[in-house]
């Protein structure tokens, strides 16, 4: 499908309601553009900030057709959504990244294959089809270890760390999918992630590595740059850029790490969006990772990734947006809230990003 620059006026489509379509939609706003939400739920954060949302399930194929019939240009803000309804879409309306990225990066067994096929370093693993295969692997990889579902899971869902303790048909009665991938335990030093966009002509714009800290397996804090050696920062740029080429990206990629206590990288897991660890771009870089999605998507140059200021980035988790009038009491912080109607623990209710300008 050809595919020619959107100039401003022309409409984006974002599949998904939550924040991070809303940031991309605002944006988008600023460049001129309009957006078009598809949630599953009404007033979420992303239409709260569009000009049109379709609210229906994803297997609704009567609103996905209005949907991309109705934009220029179809992206997503999670890799959750079925990959059926995005082929569907992508039949009429060019999707980016491209679906089959998606397909990738929603399948951890898939990710860390394609990611062993380019030669990326990971941490050990295994398919496991049912409790009987889970009790061999233990004792195999030894211990601790962790049992993940092949598909959605995020922010720790479906995940199980595994004790000598352990019983292997209660770890897979929790993990809760139908397949899983045993991983190695990583003994890091830290956890960091790239963020790096790539345009319809192959251009590169990377982000320096930050480093994220993590409460209950949801993301608490990033630290932006990480306080790294240089050598180990350029290396794990280099990954990022690499994954993206391999990837054929149009758009933006998460690519987060472990540096181990050896000073190794190892790639984790893969976001083909905007993430929360680049939240802080969004005050702190002279061009964000959203408008990156934006200019990406919509064939335009990219922008600098140069920024002004360091900056420390902390989630308001559930009770925590309560908080927020302490960030605005800060003359040194920006407050974002998403507009999330129920408090749950641990859901992501907004952000806060601290600035220390370069003198």
């Known amino acids: ?24 939609a605002l944006a988008a706003a600023r460049l001129g553009f309009r957006c078009h939400v598809f ?7 992303g239409e709260q900030v569009c000009n049109r949302a379709t609210v229906a399930a994803y297997d609704d194929g009567d609103a996905l057709d209005g949907f991309a019939a109705a934009v220029d240009v179809v992206t997503f803000e999670f890799e959750n959504i079925p990959a059926d309804a995005v082929r569907r879409i992508a039949t009429t309306t060019p ?11 929603q399948d951890r067994l898939r990710e860390k294959d ?24 233990m004792h195999d990889f030894g211990y601790p270890a962790v049992l993940k579902s092949v598909r959605m899971g995020y922010d720790g869902k479906g995940q199980v760390t595994l004790t000598p303790e352990t019983r292997p048909d209660e770890a897979w009665r929790r993990m809760g999918g139908e397949i899983g991938i045993l991983e190695a335990y990583v003994d890091f030093a ?3 992630s790239v963020i790096v966009a790539r345009g319809q002509n192959g251009a590169l714009a990377t982000y320096p590595p930050v480093e994220n800290q993590h409460t209950r397996h949801i993301l608490d804090t990033t630290i932006a740059p990480e306080r790294i050696a240089p050598e180990i920062a350029m290396r794990a740029e280099a ?60 064939g335009l140059p990219l922008g600098s990734v140069e920024h002004h200021s360091d900056a420390v980035m902390k ?15 800060d003359p040194a912080a920006k407050l974002h809230l998403y507009g999330k109607r129920e408090v749950k623990p641990g859901r992501k209710m907004g952000h806060v990003t601290r600035l220390f300008p370069h003198r």
């Open 239 to 298: 990954i990022a850029r690499h994954v993206a080429e391999k990837l054929d990206l149009v758009g933006v990629l998460a690519v987060e790490m472990f540096v181990t206590q050896a000073g190794e990288v190892l790639v984790n897991e893969l976001a083909p969006r905007p993430h929360n660890s680049g939240h802080w771009t969004i005050d702190a870089c002279i061009t964000s990772q959203f408008e990156q999605l934006v200019r990406a998507i919509c």
């Open 315 to 329: 989630n308001l988790l559930g009770d925590d947006v309560e908080r927020w009038r302490e960030a605005l009491n």
């Open 39 to 45: 949630a599953t739920e009404p007033d979420s954060p």
């Open 1 to 24: 499908m050809s595919f020619k620059a959107l100039t401003p006026g022309a409409t984006i489509g974002i599949l998904g309601g939550g924040q991070l379509g809303r940031m991309t």
């Open 95 to 105: 999707v980016r990244p491209r679906p089959e990225i998606l397909e990738i990066t």
């Open 114 to 137: 394609f990611l062993r096929a380019i030669d990326i370093a990971t941490t050990t693993y295994r398919e496991i089809s049912d409790a009987t295969a889970l009790a061999r692997a």
């Open 190 to 192: 830290c956890e960091i």
